[in-house]
């Protein structure tokens, strides 16, 4: 199936910004090495890498991808993304989330909308770096311990004061347990970081 002009369009920009995502090639004795051409292998479309100049290798892959192997698509180009990021990271050149909605609107114009590429939470942590991002979860994570601990310290508080409360009800000294009332308050306020006058 021939691509239109408007595919061919979108195709040459999708090519394009995929450019930096991945290196087109790499010494066969390297291990665990990625490029475009190790993806396409991956993802069943690997006789589509012709490799030789890298844009116009990675316009083929995706034109002979769409024209032949179309159910294969959407494969190719989350696998592209994913060894991506990692690809980029390592390289400390991190994929913006400006990219990838490049990327979607290119995919977009092919017919296409892949779920995995639209999701929110994976856009948004396309807006920091690793490092910032994990500072920012070990911050959250350590302010809701916090938080639980002061509840659970606020309880044992409550407790206490509870069983005081009701040991006043029980003072014949009517006088003496209206001072120990304004204590237990004093001491309930100062539980909840609060100050009365």
Not at 120 to 145: G, M, N, P, V
Not at 149 to 162: A, D, G, I, P, T
Request: aromatic share 8%; hydrophobic share 40%.
């Amino acid at each position: 199936m021939t691509l239109t002009l408007k595919e061919t369009r979108a195709v040459s920009g999708l090519a394009a910004i995929l450019y930096d995502f991945l290196p087109g090639s790499g010494h066969k004795v390297w291990k665990g090495h990625v490029n475009f051409g190790t993806v396409a292998n991956q993802v069943g479309v690997g006789d589509f890498w012709g490799g030789g100049s890298k844009k116009p290798a990675i316009n083929a892959l995706l034109s002979q991808t769409l024209q032949h192997r179309r159910h294969l698509f959407q494969n190719l180009m989350v696998e592209i993304v994913r060894s991506g990021i990692a690809y980029r990271e390592k390289q400390n050149q991190p994929i913006t989330r400006a990219k990838i909605e490049r990327v979607n609107g290119h995919i977009l114009d092919l017919g296409f909308k892949y779920p995995e590429l639209w999701d929110r939470e994976f856009l948004i942590s396309l807006e920091k770096t690793t490092e910032e991002r994990a500072r920012d979860q070990f911050a959250e994570a350590d302010s809701q311990q916090q938080e639980r601990s002061e509840q659970q310290r606020r309880s044992l508080v409550l407790e206490e004061l509870k069983d005081w409360f009701l040991q006043l009800a029980c003072e014949v000294d009517r006088s003496k347990a209206g001072l120990t009332l304004e204590k237990l308050l004093n001491r309930l306020f100062d539980a909840f970081e609060l100050q009365p006058n």
